[in-house]
């Protein structure tokens, strides 16, 4: 079946601008995950959707990040006035959820990512 | 606080022999721990995970790992290293709410 995918593969922008990147998870996948990867490191974790609703949201590093999951399934990471230093490769991952108020399952299954550079 | 450490950046061997990816963590109890791999232009892949049953995990493509709390270690091994092991390699252990906590990575040369 289909896997996570994740929309643009590719963005190139401007120091300023704003900046969408979307990600469809696995399908009856509850609970989606935003990382971002910056050259030479590991993924850091961003924010955490269960359902629509974001349990964590500790990762993001100030509030020119956000993201939304209005329907519980498509999230979109919204940048404002990006900085060169948001250039990194941001990776979306989903995981099942084994019922209501369970915490989801340990595997978490990982999108292509998006490779953001701003110029 | 909790945290894994990548003893080693990058990692070169030659075709058919033996591989080790030095992991370890920082911990007050017994962590789940994950090792996962990331081809370019790929997904990250889980390879496996211990989850506190038996200390010795098998993984996908030959690789297993063997959990040793005395020496607060996870280190990925496979017996014989194949062309297209060539990745980055992360550990990680998870966090509150499930998020994962990924150590900087290793980078697996093989050579012919």
């Known amino acids: 079946g289909a896997g996570v995918s994740q929309t643009p593969s590719n963005k190139v922008t401007e120091k300023g601008k704003y900046v969408e990147l979307r990600c469809d998870p696995i399908?009856?996948?509850?609970?989606l995950y935003w990382y971002r990867q910056s050259l030479g490191q590991g993924p850091e974790f961003l924010i955490y959707f269960q359902g629509t609703g974001a349990a964590d949201d500790s990762g993001l590093p100030n509030d020119r990040f956000f993201a939304v999951r209005p329907e519980g399934s498509v999230s979109t990471l919204k940048i404002q006035r990006t900085e060169r230093g948001d250039s990194a490769v941001y990776l979306c991952a989903s995981s099942f959820e084994a019922g209501p108020g369970l915490a989801p399952t340990d595997e978490q299954f990982f999108g292509p990512g998006t490779r953001l550079t701003v110029l | 606080a909790q945290s894994v450490t990548q003893l080693d950046s990058h990692v070169s061997v030659s075709e058919g022999t033996p591989v080790l990816l030095r992991c370890n963590y920082s911990s007050s109890y017994s962590p789940s721990l994950f090792w996962y791999v990331q081809h370019p232009n790929k997904g990250l892949q889980l390879l496996l995970k211990?989850?506190?049953?038996?200390?010795l995990v098998k993984g996908i493509n030959g690789f297993e790992a063997e959990f040793k709390k005395s020496e607060t270690s996870f280190h990925l091994t496979k017996p014989s290293a194949h062309m297209s092991d060539a990745a980055e390699y992360f550990c990680?252990?998870?966090?509150?709410?499930?998020?994962?906590?990924f150590g900087a990575g290793t980078r697996l040369a093989v050579h012919p």
């Open positions: 211990y989850t506190s049953a038996a200390t």
């Open positions: 990680a252990w998870i966090g509150g709410y499930n998020k994962l906590i």
């Open positions: 399908s009856g996948h509850t609970a």
